[in-house]
Nanobody, 117 residues
Framework: QVQLVESGGGLVQAGGSLRLSCAAS????????MGWFRQAPGKEREFVAA????????YYADSVKDRFTISRDNNKNTLYLQMNSLKAEDTAVYYC??????????WGQGTQVTVSS
């Protein structure tokens, strides 16, 4: 099991940027594929981005492609999500998660991102 704590959320104007961080502790962070998800009010949680254990492969939802960048620093046990050109529809609680097998089994508590238009 790995413990995850997100930070970096906040209020930003449309067109602005934020960088989210996810600090991991517990089992070896570098062995996990990691992902970012988000949940807007009244909507289901949705996939945002994922990164392989080495950082060599990344995956994005179409809605954030070319605006968001997922990265990781295995020396610091930290996952990042750089969010640029933010839109009102990006407003949500953002969660990081660690993948075990075919499922994301460990989740952080989430960090709120609010984009004002």
């Amino acid at each position: 099991q790995v413990q995850l704590v997100e930070s970096g959320g906040g209020l930003v104007q449309a067109g602005g940027s934020l960088r989210l961080s996810c600090a991991a502790s517990g089992r070896t962070f570098s062995s996990y594929t990691m992902g970012w998800f988000r949940q807007a009010p009244g909507k289901e949680r949705e996939f945002v981005a994922a990164i392989s254990w080495s950082g060599g492969s990344t995956y994005y939802a179409d809605s954030v492609k070319d605006r968001f960048t997922i990265s990781r620093d295995n020396n610091k046990n930290t996952l990042y999500l750089q969010m640029n050109s933010l839109k009102a529809e990006d407003t949500a609680v953002y969660y990081c998660a660690a993948r075990t097998g075919n499922e994301y089994a460990d989740w952080g508590q989430g960090t709120q991102v609010t984009v004002s238009s």
